[in-house]
């Protein structure tokens, strides 16, 4: 499956733009970037999720593993819920939210599935209670 849009956030001067138009040169694979910004504060922004996840709107996958930096293993699913989600808004970490958060960017049209739709397997939907 092709992506329908890439978004980066540009943090600093170049924000990471002049690397990734260099890899895509150096893999021959060319898309568009999008850069998104705006003036709502991060936890607003990530706020926005609430209303997407209390009426069922947003399904996880049961896990995701990915390994870090440090070579260790990390399953981002349970990163995400237990280090962002059930302790928002005063988590260590908020970045995956903020990331998730981009979904609803005023210019980011988006058709969200009819109940009718057979919804993926393995997955895990996420109660809101941790972010009230």
């Given at each position: 499956?092709?992506?329908?849009q890439?978004?980066?956030?540009?943090?600093g001067?170049?924000?990471?733009?002049?690397?990734?138009?260099?890899?895509?040169?150096?893999?021959t694979?060319r898309?568009?970037?999008?850069?998104?910004?705006?003036r709502?504060?991060?936890?607003?922004r990530?706020?926005?999720l609430?209303?997407?996840?209390e009426?069922?709107?947003?399904?996880?996958?049961q896990?995701?593993?990915?390994?870090?930096?440090?070579?260790?293993v990390?399953?981002l699913v349970q990163a995400?819920?237990?280090?962002?989600?059930?302790?928002?808004?005063?988590?260590?970490h908020?970045?995956m939210?903020?990331?998730l958060?981009?979904?609803?960017e005023?210019?980011?049209?988006?058709?969200?599935p009819q109940?009718?739709?057979?919804k993926?397997?393995?997955?895990?939907?996420?109660?809101?209670?941790g972010?009230?």
């Amino acid at each position: 499956m092709e992506a329908k849009q890439v978004r980066y956030e540009k943090c600093g001067l170049d924000g990471g733009h002049r690397h990734m138009k260099s890899k895509m040169e150096q893999d021959t694979y060319r898309f568009d970037i999008t850069e998104v910004a705006g003036r709502t504060n991060k936890q607003d922004r990530i706020g926005r999720l609430i209303p997407i996840f209390e009426q069922g709107k947003f399904y996880l996958p049961q896990t995701l593993h990915k390994t870090n930096y440090e070579k260790v293993v990390v399953d981002l699913v349970q990163a995400f819920v237990e280090e962002e989600y059930i302790p928002f808004p005063v988590g260590l970490h908020d970045d995956m939210g903020d990331a998730l958060a981009r979904i609803q960017e005023p210019d980011l049209p988006l058709v969200w599935p009819q109940e009718e739709i057979i919804k993926p397997r393995k997955e895990v939907k996420v109660i809101h209670q941790g972010w009230r």
